[in-house]
Antibody, heavy 119, light 107 residues
């Protein structure tokens, strides 16, 4: 069965970087785009971008361009999301979410990773 | 970017009620809309995709309809497990995807 296992929570200081991993299993890694979605405490869902694990191609939401990098490692079926120049309003739960069959609806989600940005 | 507006933001209902949540897109998105249910501390769960296709394993009391710019999620007879927050999501644009702000369904 498809599983997305994310790395553990992180506490970072403003200005630092964080890199969250999402290890996949149960399907062919290169066959499906992976998206990242975040949710600030008590707030709604916010789409951040996607990576095509087959080509390494990415597409980021305009809000995060220049600060986010999504990468993949096919040898270990893992995707990563790195966010730089962290601010307090980046405090959120970050989810990886796998695309459905050729469309960006999400049947499979990681368990979420809480990133806390605090001085 | 396409904006998604859900209404209401909060909905109070009782077990057995029929409820409807609306999602409006700022421009046409054909049928490229999904609905999710989220409970506290959990990842969202897919309910409906392509506006009206019921995800496998989701109870048939959930249904979705609409196309273009106006969409609805209907729960025909509320069960205790249905009290949660619901989000719509458009995936019409290849490069930009957006969620509605959420509807909290409470007793």
């Amino acid at each position: 069965q498809v599983q997305l296992a994310q790395s553990g929570g992180e506490v970072k200081k403003p200005g630092a970087s964080v890199k969250v991993s999402c290890k996949t299993s149960g399907y062919t890694f290169s066959d499906y785009f992976m998206h990242w979605v975040r949710q600030a405490p008590g707030q709604g869902l916010e789409w951040m971008g996607w990576i095509n694990p087959n080509s390494g191609g990415t597409n980021y939401a305009q809000k995060f361009q220049g600060r986010v990098t999504m990468t993949g490692d096919s040898s270990i079926s893992t995707v990563y999301m790195e966010l730089n120049r962290l601010r307090s309003d980046d405090t959120a739960v970050y989810y990886c979410a796998r695309e459905g069959d050729g469309s960006a609806w999400y049947r499979f989600w990681g368990q979420g990773t809480l990133v806390t940005v605090s001085s | 970017d396409i904006q998604m507006t859900q209404s209401p933001s909060t909905l109070s209902a009782s077990v057995g009620d029929r409820v409807t949540i609306t999602c409006r897109a700022s421009q046409t998105i054909s049928s490229w809309l999904a609905w999710y249910q989220q409970k506290p501390g959990k990842a969202p769960k897919l309910l409906i995709y392509k506006a009206s296709s019921l995800e496998s394993g989701v109870p048939s009391r959930f249904s979705g309809s609409g196309s273009g710019t106006e969409f609805t999620l209907t729960i025909s007879s509320l069960q205790p497990d249905d009290f949660a927050t619901y989000y719509c999501q458009q995936y019409n644009s290849f490069s930009r995807y957006t969620f509605g702000q959420g509807t909290r369904l409470e007793i």
